[in-house]
């Protein structure tokens, strides 16, 4: 699972902090972009500010339906458990 989408869209859109520690398994480059200097760059270049929020609700939408994948499976574990209970 790609986690870098989730720190990215839920660290812009909401004012909660939150801190992970990572370790990479193969060498990276990564950079760090403060969220006051996103919001100017999206507020000076609507076109990178569009194709930001774009991405990040792809993002979103995929972690959704990952969800409720689970919740579904989940859903269904949990029926077929009461059920054999009450054998």
């Known amino acids: 699972r790609d986690w870098s989408s989730d720190v990215c869209s839920s660290d812009l859109l909401s004012s909660t902090v939150r801190s992970a520690t990572v370790e990479a398994v193969t060498p990276l480059d990564a950079i760090e972009i403060q969220k006051n200097y996103v919001e ?3 507020k000076t270049n609507m076109h990178i500010g569009a194709t930001l929020f774009k991405n990040m609700g792809r993002a979103l939408q995929g972690q959704l ?3 409720n994948n689970d919740v579904q499976n989940l859903t269904v574990a949990v029926a077929l458990a009461s059920r054999a209970l009450r054998k």
């Open 40 to 42: 100017l760059i999206t």
């Open 65 to 67: 339906r990952f969800t």
